[in-house]
């Protein structure tokens, strides 16, 4: 039987000693260490070694996501499976983009994370269901298109209700390039007209509303 040298990373004791009771009792599982923050995991891992690091997000200093980049960059035969209570994008797609080779949620069964710490062992990538779901959903949506920063200079001004040669004035540009860079935006956001510009570049979070 093999055995998976592991090591724990959280920055809560009670957490990382929860995890040492449950996943040391697994015959195969054998926790060599646990570290509070990013950077202790970074030096641990460096000096034990260990098969699979179950690795926090968010916690103080050096972060997760950072640490998983520096523990692959000095040992890429060590796995990091990713054990956290946030699913959002942003956290996701770090992890992910850091090298991770799974991302689970805290409420995991123990089964189901023990059974994970031996997937990630054998090269796999385990995934949460709803993780999964975000990335393949991330995948799929179309991506957003992405302005210039002339075409957003332009657009701003159109959005506080300036014409096309106020615009000109203010931007030391001609007339004819404002119309152009107008129709580019109207082109890459799929609209026809000023208005439905600004009211897209709105929901879509490539401008930002005025205050009121």
């Keep these: 039987m093999t055995t998976v040298r592991l090591l724990l990373v959280d920055d809560h004791p009670v957490v990382r ?31 034990l070694r260990p098969d699979v690091v179950l690795m926090d997000l ?9 640490a998983t980049t520096h523990i692959l960059a000095e040992s890429p035969g060590t796995r990091v499976l990713v054990l956290t209570t946030y699913d959002t994008d942003t956290d ?23 059974e994970a710490v031996r997937a990630a062992h054998r090269g796999e990538t385990v995934l949460a269901p709803p993780v999964a779901a975000r ?5 799929r949506a179309p991506s957003e298109p992405q302005l210039t ?24 540009i001609g007339e004819a390039t404002v119309k ?18 600004v009211t897209t570049a709105y929901a879509r ?3 930002t509303p005025p205050q009121r």
């Design 58 to 66: 968010r916690m103080p200093n050096v972060d997760g996501a950072e």
């Design 17 to 47: 000693t929860g995890l040492a009771g449950m996943l040391g009792a697994e015959d195969d599982l054998d926790v060599v260490g646990e570290a509070g923050d990013g950077a202790e995991a970074v030096t641990m891992a460096y000096h």
């Design 205 to 207: 979070g490539i401008l």
């Design 149 to 172: 920063p002339r075409e957003m200079e332009v657009l701003a001004a159109v959005a506080t209700g300036s014409s096309n040669a106020d615009i000109a004035r203010t931007l030391h």
């Design 92 to 114: 996701i797609v770090r992890a992910v983009e850091a090298g991770a080779a799974g991302y689970l949620l805290k409420d995991t069964p123990r089964t189901e994370l023990a």
């Design 180 to 197: 152009t860079h107008l129709l580019r935006v109207f082109a890459k956001l799929d609209v026809d007209d000023r208005t439905a510009a």
């Design 135 to 139: 990335l393949v959903q991330r995948m």
